[in-house]
Nanobody, 130 residues
């Protein structure tokens, strides 16, 4: 079965950390650029970060730069999003998406993934609250 599955969400206190995983099955994630997106209630989906398909260059939105780190483990067919210094405004459902190709991570690639992704995960809830 071809799919992306996110995991790792949960409830965390402000200042805490979580690591989200985006695991691919049925296809080789190496050849795909992967983006992380989030959607809070009543808000539009927002691009958070992406990682390219080749050298693994990365891009972060201003809202998470310096706090989040995206990485990939091709042996595990998985992309991760390490989230540190979480704040209540980070509360959202987080989604990963994969788009074939994409060798340089920029805001353009993140937008392309959002608009043209071949695969989307089902989402994982992240709640930051005391």
């Amino acid at each position: 079965q071809v799919q992306l599955v996110e995991s790792g969400g949960g409830l965390v206190q402000p200042g805490g950390s979580l690591r989200l995983s985006c695991a691919a099955s049925g296809f080789t994630l190496d050849y795909y650029a992967v983006g992380w997106f989030r959607q809070a209630p009543g808000k539009e989906r927002e691009g958070v970060s992406c990682i390219s398909s080749s050298e693994g260059s990365t891009y972060y939105s201003d809202s998470v730069k310096g706090r989040f780190t995206i990485s990939r483990d091709n042996a595990k067919n998985t992309v991760y999003l390490q989230m540190n210094s979480l704040q209540p405004e980070d509360t959202a459902v987080y989604y990963c998406a994969a788009d074939f190709g994409g060798s340089l991570a920029t805001w353009r690639l993140l937008r392309r993934i959002q608009n043209e992704a071949d695969y989307w995960g089902q989402g994982t809830q992240v709640t930051v609250s005391s």
